[in-house]
């Protein structure tokens, strides 16, 4: 069983700090990452992918992975009330096709 | 671009009635996805699909039907509907191979959802 987990939270952090989710995943032979934001009775969205180890930045948005770790992270700096949803972290399994497997999801909460 | 529609947006069942979940995506996407969400938890997969005419199982499928007889349409039937069934369901596409694809490289492999049905099974 592949197996992608999250902590559940809620993680709440005052507005302009730096929030840290965190994912670990099972299958050594996952490839591509994914961070989606859901709010509260929406559909997932997009925010980051990755591939490669280390760091890509988009806007206030830091992907972190750790493939030697089987590790993933997702940074939000400048937290902002808005960014206050459940962040669900997704790898593609190895195998034919697209397989996605989700984890858990972890919400989070922003403090004006 | 509409992007991925779902309809219905909600539906109550009654235990052993049978219905069809209606999805369509009008990006050319090759591949197409049912995900199911019960409440706090994360996405499920049900079923999947590689392209038209090719449909593979998930974590979940039992339970479930799909058919994928154009590249736009994956239609997800529930026969003899249960409690158990009662969610969320999401449907999602994606592309993936080369050629013209809207976003660009960068959105190869990314999912894209669509609104949600959400089922009531008393």
């Known amino acids: 069983q592949k197996e992608v987990e999250q902590n559940s939270g809620p993680l709440s952090v005052p507005e302009g700090a730096i929030a840290s989710l965190n994912c670990t995943y099972s299958?050594?032979?996952?490839?591509?990452f994914f961070w989606y934001r859901q709010y509260s009775g929406k559909s997932p969205e997009l925010i980051m992918f990755?591939?490669?180890?280390g760091d890509k930045e988009d806007g206030r948005f830091t992907a972190q992975l750790n493939k030697a770790s089987q590790y993933v992270s997702l940074l939000i700096r400048d937290s902002q009330p808005s960014d206050s949803a459940t962040y669900l972290c997704?790898?593609?399994?190895?195998?034919?096709?697209?397989?996605?497997?989700f984890g858990p999801g972890t919400r989070l909460s922003v403090l004006p | 671009n509409a992007g991925v529609t779902q309809t219905p947006k909600f539906r109550i069942l009654k235990i052993g009635q049978s219905m069809t979940l209606q999805c369509t995506q009008d990006?050319?996407?090759?591949?197409m996805y049912w995900y199911r969400q019960d409440p706090g938890m994360g996405l499920k997969l049900i079923y999947y699909?590689?392209?038209?005419?090719?449909?593979d199982k998930g974590e979940v499928p039992n339970g479930y039907n799909v058919s994928r007889s154009t590249t736009e349409d994956f239609p997800l039937r529930l026969e003899l509907a249960a409690p158990s069934q009662t969610s969320v369901y999401f449907c999602?596409?994606?592309?993936?191979?080369?050629?013209?694809?809207?976003?660009?490289?960068?959105?190869?492999?990314?999912?894209?959802f669509g609104p949600g049905t959400r089922l009531l099974v008393l």
């Open positions: 999602a596409s994606s592309y993936s191979g080369s050629g013209t694809v809207a976003g660009g490289p960068s959105d190869l492999e990314t999912q894209y």
């Open positions: 299958d050594r032979g996952s490839q591509s």
């Open positions: 990755i591939y490669s180890n």
């Open positions: 997704a790898v593609k399994v190895g195998g034919y096709g697209q397989n996605f497997v």
């Open positions: 990006m050319n996407h090759n591949y």
């Open positions: 699909s590689v392209g038209a005419g090719i449909t």
